[in-house]
Structures are given as structure tokens and as C-alpha cells.
């Protein structure tokens, strides 16, 4: 069905839409966002296939780049960052990466450095040569709902200094690195409902993030462990299945570790254990193993 943008008056917001047919403002999603005022605006990315060979920047703060789903693909076979942002107050939402796969380590899906209040919404990557989700330097108020990351050659989501970010009802799933890969950060890092499958380290590894919540996610069949927790306090894992890891269900690392709340997680045939506590003042309650 064609894409419909809701009755948008461009008299009313900076809006452009770019369409591979030529029927919109631009065919190219660059020249789309240059078009937008220094203010930002809304680009709509009708459906079809676009080729890129150099990086999409978003070069301007309070940028929407709405797509129309599954439909809307963006694919490169070149070894470049996709999409890039350092700017702030930006909502990325429904449509598809294709990178360029293996040999590519400089391919990352999305990357964010120092960006604020950025929100990703419906977006499925695959096949990237390096991660699917990188954030570089202090990244703080990111929301991610429904992004599926598959196939990449490291991890799914590479997050370095996340700060009051939230992911719920995500998948990272068959990635050569860890499923959800977090680390650097003073904590609030809140991870909730996502499935972390077939990944060939951990499922997720939160390492020196203190405050961070894990809860109601599905960890399977990740080569290391469910979830590795190192040099990070108060960390909350609740109601989690961790099931066929290769390692441990739940990995608390080192005394470094303090006051974790561990409790009603289901630790299913995991190869090594179901969870193995070397924190300091854990307080563990109702995880049964089978």
C-alpha cells in the first residue's frame, strides 16, 4: 500500500519527502535533510530501495527520518557508517539497513556521538560489518523500541557511556560480538522485554554501568553467558529467561560488584551454571535452575 504521511502541511512544519520514483522533493536522502531549515524538520522516505555509498548525515538538531517500515530500504555495499549524528532531539522510525557485511569493520548501521534525547523506533538492520547500534562518548535520554539487529560482524548494540537510555521489545539476534554491549557509563541504563539470541559472546554485557535494570528478556543460545555484570552496582536483574547460554545464565564477575539485586529469573540448561555471584552484598532471591 502506497505511504500515506498523515495530511502534513508543509506550510505548517519544515517538512520534505524523498521517493526513489521522483515523485517527492528529492531522490537522495542527504539532499532530503540539507533541504530542512537550520530548525530541523521532518523527512518522510517513501518506499523503495536506496543505494548509498557515503554516510547519511544528520546534520541538524530536532530531525525526524520517518521511512514507511519494512518497505523503505537503504543498502551499501561500502565500507561506511550508514547513518550518522552528533545532533540532538532526533526520532529515526520505520525503515530498513542493508550494510556490506563481512571484511567491512568500519560498516556500522547507526552511529551517535555525544547525542541527546534521540529516539529509534521500528528500524531493522542486518549484515553490517561492524555493530548495528554504536554510540560513542556520552550519550544520554535515547529511547529504542522495535529495533531488530541481525547478522552483524560484532555486537548488535555497542553502547559506550549510555546515560538514562531505555530499550524495550528489541531483538539482536546471530551477531559475531555480544547481543547488547554496554559499558563507561554512571548507570540508569534500563533494558526490558527485548530477545538476545545466537550471538557468539554474551547475550548482554553491562561493564562499569552502575543502576542499570535488566528485566522480562529472553536470553538463548548466546555462546558466553545470558548476562555478564562486571565492576557495576546496583544493578537490578528480574524476571529474565536465560536459557542454553554456552556459559552461565547470570555472570556477576568480580567483588567489584556491589549490591546487585538478582531475583526471580528462570535459569534454564545453561552449559556452565545457572548464575555464579562473585559480587559483593548480593542479594539473590528465586532464581530456579534447571
Not at 542486518?126 to 560482524?153: D, M, P, Q
Request: net charge negative; hydrophobic share 35%; charged share 15%.
Amino acid at each position: 500500500m502506497p505511504m500515506s504521511f498523515g495530511g502534513i502541511s508543509k506550510s505548517k512544519v519544515a517538512t520534505v519527502i524523498v521517493a526513489a520514483d521522483g515523485t517527492g522533493d528529492a531522490t537522495d536522502i542527504q539532499a532530503g535533510i540539507n533541504l530542512l531549515p537550520a530548525i530541523g524538520g521532518a523527512v518522510y522516505i517513501k518506499e523503495g530501495t536506496y543505494t548509498i555509498t557515503e554516510t547519511i548525515d544528520i546534520n541538524k538538531d530536532k530531525v525526524t527520518l520517518r521511512g514507511a517500515g519494512y518497505s523503505t530500504k537503504i543498502i551499501t555495499a561500502a565500507d561506511i557508517v550508514m547513518i550518522s549524528s552528533s545532533k540532538d532531539y532526533l526520532i529515526l522510525d520505520g525503515f530498513f539497513l542493508e550494510g556490506a557485511g563481512a571484511g567491512n569493520t568500519d560498516n556500522v548501521g547507526i552511529k551517535l556521538t555525544s547525542s541527546q534525547t534521540v529516539s529509534l523506533y521500528n528500524i531493522w538492520i542486518w549484515l553490517c560489518g561492524s555493530f548495528g547500534v554504536e554510540t560513542v562518548t556520552l550519550t544520554s535520554n535515547h529511547r529504542y523500541w522495535k529495533v531488530e539487529i541481525a547478522n552483524c560482524k560484532d555486537s548488535g548494540f555497542k553502547l559506550d557511556l549510555p546515560s538514562n537510555c531505555v530499550l524495550e521489545s528489541c531483538y539482536s539476534g546471530w551477531n559475531t560480538g555480544d547481543g547488547i554491549e554496554a559499558g563507561n557509563s554512571d548507570g540508569f541504563l534500563n533494558v526490558s522485554n527485548c530477545f538476545i539470541e545466537q550471538n557468539s559472546g554474551n547475550g548482554i554485557t553491562n561493564d562499569v554501568i552502575n543502576l542499570s535494570i535488566y528485566k522480562g528478556n529472553k536470553l538463548y543460545s548466546n555462546d558466553g553467558h545470558g548476562i555478564y555484570i562486571n565492576n557495576s552496582d546496583y544493578v537490578t536483574v528480574n524476571s529474565n529467561v536465560c536459557e542454553s547460554n554456552g556459559d552461565y545464565g547470570i555472570e556477576i564477575n568480580d567483588a567489584g560488584s556491589n549490591s546487585c539485586l538478582v531475583t526471580s529469573n528462570q535459569l534454564h540448561q545453561n552449559t556452565t551454571g545457572g548464575l555464579d555471584d562473585n559480587g559483593t552484598g548480593t542479594v539473590t532471591d528465586n532464581n530456579p535452575v534447571t
